[in-house]
């Protein structure tokens, strides 16, 4: 096997390559902020005034990304998220902003409503059997109003991630009957319920304030569950799916792959937070730990990345060539 291992000839054996084209940056805007501000929990990390869209913008094209995912932190909460879906609402206000300042750059709007609502649940929350919990159908009418909003304000892309039953088919016929029958909808479709979302809470101030995700997101234990989760969203009109989170579900992205569509992996903010630690602490290498992760991810099966780490990764393949 060392015969094709001379250094001279890896690259022509490489089966699998990392490219800028399939990086997607997340980005924070928030409300609130008047000048970045830095997330303690995802250091390098910063939610960033809506004065600043169109510079962040013009950076993450500089840097040679292509594609931005937006999450926004309201002034004001309530219980039915409207500041979700209100024309002058903070991502309503950066998409146009960074459209217009980079007209080609790939704008995709998280559609949730967890950042909006005072009790932080991805949509309505009402009693059930089991105690106050998200009510699944009289949230689906929100959740294709706030994708219709995002769509008026001229994303490129909606990315629904609040796990409901029925969401893509919801938000597709909304999308169609508002005449937007050409964008299109990459579903957060195997979302787990996962403990590597906390420095994101923190980030987009979406912690909830009873209960946990678990009746509405995947159990880490459910991999047949998962991929009937994709493969119903498939069903219902999804343009790309998705896995989330990325390195520890990699036989997710193996089988969600084989259902036909693009798939997207999310590198969380926990997968985030755990390189960024040990790398300032000199325990890993940030560079060779963060292309290592995001080839792997590749590997398994994922075509379209969503990482924090984009604009690093951007950066050193540059010097690569
Ligand atoms: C909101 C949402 C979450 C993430 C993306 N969209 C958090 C959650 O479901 O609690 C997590 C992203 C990350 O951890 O980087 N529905
Ligand atoms: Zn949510």
């Given at each position: 096997?060392?015969?094709?291992?001379?250094?001279?000839l890896q690259?022509?054996?490489?089966?699998?390559t990392?490219?800028?084209?399939?990086?997607?940056m997340?980005?924070?805007?928030?409300?609130?902020?008047?000048?970045?501000?830095s997330?303690?929990?995802?250091?390098?990390?910063?939610?960033?005034p809506?004065?600043?869209?169109g510079t962040?913008?013009r950076?993450?094209?500089?840097?040679g990304?292509?594609?931005?995912?937006l999450?926004?932190i309201?002034?004001?909460?309530?219980?039915e998220?409207?500041?979700?879906y209100?024309?002058?609402?903070?991502?309503?206000?950066?998409?146009?902003?960074?459209?217009s300042?980079?007209?080609?750059?790939?704008?995709?709007?998280?559609v949730?409503?967890?950042?909006?609502?005072?009790h932080g649940?991805?949509?309505i929350?009402?009693?059930?059997?089991?105690?106050?919990?998200?009510?699944?159908?009289p949230s689906?009418?929100?959740?294709a109003r706030?994708?219709?909003?995002h769509?008026?304000?001229?994303?490129?892309?909606?990315?629904p991630?609040?796990?409901l039953?029925?969401?893509?088919?919801?938000i597709?016929?909304?999308?169609?009957?508002?005449?937007?029958?050409?964008?299109?909808?990459m579903?957060?479709?195997?979302?787990?319920?996962?403990?590597?979302?906390?420095?994101?809470?923190?980030?987009?101030?979406s912690?909830?304030?009873?209960?946990?995700?678990?009746?509405?997101q995947?159990?880490?234990?459910?991999?047949?569950e998962?991929i009937?989760?994709?493969?119903l969203?498939r069903s219902?009109?999804a343009?790309?799916?998705?896995v989330?989170?990325?390195?520890?579900y990699?036989d997710?992205?193996?089988?969600?792959?084989?259902?036909g569509?693009?798939?997207a992996a999310?590198q969380v903010?926990?997968?985030?937070?755990?390189?960024?630690a040990?790398?300032?602490?000199g325990?890993?290498?940030?560079?060779?730990?963060?292309?290592?992760?995001?080839v792997?991810?590749?590997r398994?099966?994922?075509?379209?990345?969503?990482?924090?780490?984009?604009r690093?990764?951007?950066?050193?393949?540059h010097e690569?060539?």
């Open positions: 096997m060392r015969r094709l291992r001379k250094r001279s690259p022509l054996v490489r089966e699998t990392l490219s800028v084209h399939d990086l997607i997340p980005l924070f805007f928030d409300e609130n902020a008047s000048e970045p501000v997330i303690a929990s995802m250091p390098g990390q910063f939610r960033y809506l004065r600043e869209a962040v913008a950076d993450i094209r500089d840097a990304l292509g594609a931005v995912i999450f926004g309201p002034k004001a909460k309530d219980p998220a409207s500041g979700a209100a024309a002058d609402g903070i991502i309503q206000a950066a998409v146009r902003a960074m459209k300042a980079v007209p080609d750059l790939v704008v995709i709007t998280d949730c409503a967890c950042e909006y609502t005072d649940h991805c949509g929350v009402g009693d059930t059997a089991e105690g106050p919990d998200l009510l699944n159908d689906l009418d929100l959740i706030i994708a219709v909003s769509a008026k304000s001229g994303a490129d892309i909606v990315a991630s609040c796990m039953d029925g969401m893509v088919g919801a597709r016929r909304a999308l169609d009957d508002a005449g937007f029958c050409d964008l299109p909808i579903s957060y479709s195997s979302k787990f319920a996962s403990a590597l979302y906390g420095p994101f809470r923190e980030a987009a101030d912690g909830f304030s009873f209960g946990d995700r678990s009746t509405y995947i159990s880490p234990s459910n991999r047949r998962a009937l989760e994709s493969d969203d219902e009109g343009d790309i799916l998705m989330k989170p990325a390195s520890f990699l997710i992205i193996a089988a969600v792959r084989e259902l569509l693009p798939v999310y903010s926990g997968e985030y937070s755990m390189i960024a040990a790398a300032d602490r325990w890993l290498s940030r560079r060779e730990t963060v292309l290592e992760s995001l792997c991810i590749k398994a099966g994922a075509d379209l990345i969503i990482t924090y780490f984009a690093d990764v951007a950066g050193w393949l690569e060539r």
